[in-house]
């Protein structure tokens, strides 16, 4: 009787597996037939790509079954492609989005020997030696991660090498840059090592696999550790529905291979703390931190330009600190998220920012009125430090900014703003047209550089940073507003490098005294952290709540079937906000299953899972 195998195709619509028979010239072809394999099968008509899910599927009722029309190539392995559906039950998705993600790009028939590239075993050229909290964060319990705070200009190859001695390792980091200058440091000391998700036929031999965010779904393991530096960043979650996040991707993915998870970077997120505490243990018990001396040098100085002490009248975007900063003959990026218009308002007479007296959440300035943005609530546009009535808006972004600094300074400035920002200025100038440069065309000595916050990705490094409103980041309408905030901090870090080396970020403000921004100048964002875990406990927000945003024409349907359903009790259903439902729980896995079980009705349909911007 000839073999039959059951597949996944690769049609996100239809989410489900076929039988098809294995013709004997196929099932002893070149690419041999396993879970995961890669393979071409006929459905209604047309040759369409799919993954054998199966060896083995029951045999189906009075249907004549078809042939598999091709084996193409080698896919994902099986401990993968379970997991692949346990990612789609996380996130709201189809298993086919995440296999996509975790096949190779090319045709793949065979994989190297585990012993080419360098070396796999236990003989690896790295120092045995390693700080005492290094080895305390690789001896944790390996039944959750171990969170580890180290400083933003550390070195991160003491925990690297260290790792590599125990077996397996798999480095999850947020930029392409990052990734190759450590795949090539490992190379260097001799280490089999694979770049993912670039070289997949690799990853499944080499010692160490490195990557950015499908660097998750590479085709290795067992792993005996996981790591993922910089956890915090954005860089790790999927924009598109299924918005996964490649951190709990590889969380879960340690916690099925009994490997030891590290979770890494300067500020530990409120994620990261969930995954990693115990039942009933505190917050602090599950960090290990760098010593204090290195977590500190690691760090540049960070210094608060407090834009209520300038003069009102001296102008809305540049205060005296920044002013001199400019002045100087050296290297400064000036970071500015805006190129249109903010409502956003501080005193004429003191220079206070205007916010709510009951949530500190700054008010819109519309007319000669004050709005809350959250609950609506109006008042009249009176200072409540001074008692003026006269207001200023802080509305000029990088184009303005840029032609104002570029006469302050007396010197050239180079704008570099993202894609969508860049549209938004294709009516300026062709002389500013010319100066709005890509990566490519950076200056070769000192400069003067605006944009977005794209400028921290495509300048190599500064002598400073200089943030022009950062109010804007730390007020913005989201509950991840700060951290995200900090964020930018860390990446400023990166560029312009340690103290030591007379690194520097300068940061223009109103909300001097706000905790994220101590954090940073001290170095030390642990009493934050943990205020911002209480916050969020407290407002039942993530991570103490699972949310999800529903939009799209057929979100209607879609939430009044999720009311009806099963979990519709242990749900609280919001909006709609400009089309855009928010369905929340406490418990997540009440969440993740009323998603999974409500039908998917027909039409364009969006549901995001732990949304970034919520």
Known sequence: ???????????????????????????????????????????????????????????PGDVELLPISRV??????????????????????????????????????????????????????????????????????????????MGPCADEWPLVAAALRRGPLLVLVP???????????????????????RDWAGAAAAHAVVGTRAAAWAPCGPLRTVIVFDEHDEAYQEEA????????????????????????????????????????????STLITAPRPSELEAWPRVQIADRRRDDPTAGEWCGETLAGLLRTDSTVVCVLNRTGRARLAYCASCGELACSEHTGRPLRLEKQQFVDPGSGEKRPAVCESCGAIRFRRARVGVKGVAEEMERLARR????????????????????????????????????????????????????????????????????????????????AARLVGPRTGGGRIVVQTRLPAHPALLAAVEADPGDWIRAEVERRSQMHQPPAAAWALVSGAAASTYIDLLSAGDHAGELDIAGPA???????????????????????????????VDPLRA
């Open 412 to 491: 050239p400035v180079i704008q570099i703003v993202g894609e969508s920002a860049a549209a938004a200025d294709s009516t300026a100038d062709s002389t500013h047209r010319r100066r709005r440069a890509p990566s490519s065309q950076l200056a070769d000595g000192p400069a003067l550089y605006i944009g977005t916050e794209a400028v921290l990705h495509r300048v190599p490094s500064a002598d400073a940073v200089a943030f022009v409103d950062f109010d804007q980041e730390l007020t913005a309408p989201r509950y991840r507003a700060a951290e995200e905030a900090f964020a930018l901090l860390v990446r």
């Open 72 to 149: 193409m190539s080698l896919g994902p392995p099986p401990h993968v492609v379970e997991l692949a559906s346990w990612a789609a039950w996380r996130w709201a998705g189809t298993r086919a989005h995440f296999l996509r993600t975790a096949s190779a790009d090319r045709v793949v028939s065979g994989l190297p020997s585990h012993s080419s590239g360098g070396h796999r075993g236990a003989q690896i050229s790295v120092s045995a030696d390693a700080p005492a909290w290094v080895a305390a964060a690789l001896a944790s319990d390996n039944k959750t991660p171990a969170v580890v705070r």
């Open 578 to 608: 400009e089309g855009t439902w928010r369905v929340g729980s406490d418990d997540q896995d009440v969440l993740l299953h009323a998603l999974a079980a409500a039908e998917r009705p027909s039409g364009r349909l969006r549901v995001a």
């Open 1 to 59: 009787m000839q073999q039959m195998v059951q597949v996944l195709v690769d049609e996100p619509a239809i989410d489900r597996e076929f039988t098809y028979l294995l013709p004997p010239e196929l099932a002893s072809g070149r690419v041999p037939i396993n879970v995961g394999t890669v393979v071409l099968v006929p459905l209604q008509g047309r040759s369409i790509r799919g993954w054998v899910t199966d060896l083995d599927p029951p045999t």
């Open 241 to 284: 529905s299924p918005t996964w996040n490649a951190r709990d991707a590889a969380v879960e993915r340690a916690r099925r291979d009994g490997a030891q998870c590290l979770l890494v970077g300067p500020m530990p997120s409120p994620d990261s703390l969930a995954h990693a505490r115990q039942p009933g243990a505190p917050a602090a």
């Open 175 to 197: 930029t392409v840059a990052w990734a190759a200058r450590l795949a090539g440091r490992l190379r260097q000391a001799g280490i089999s090592t694979a770049l993912a998700p």
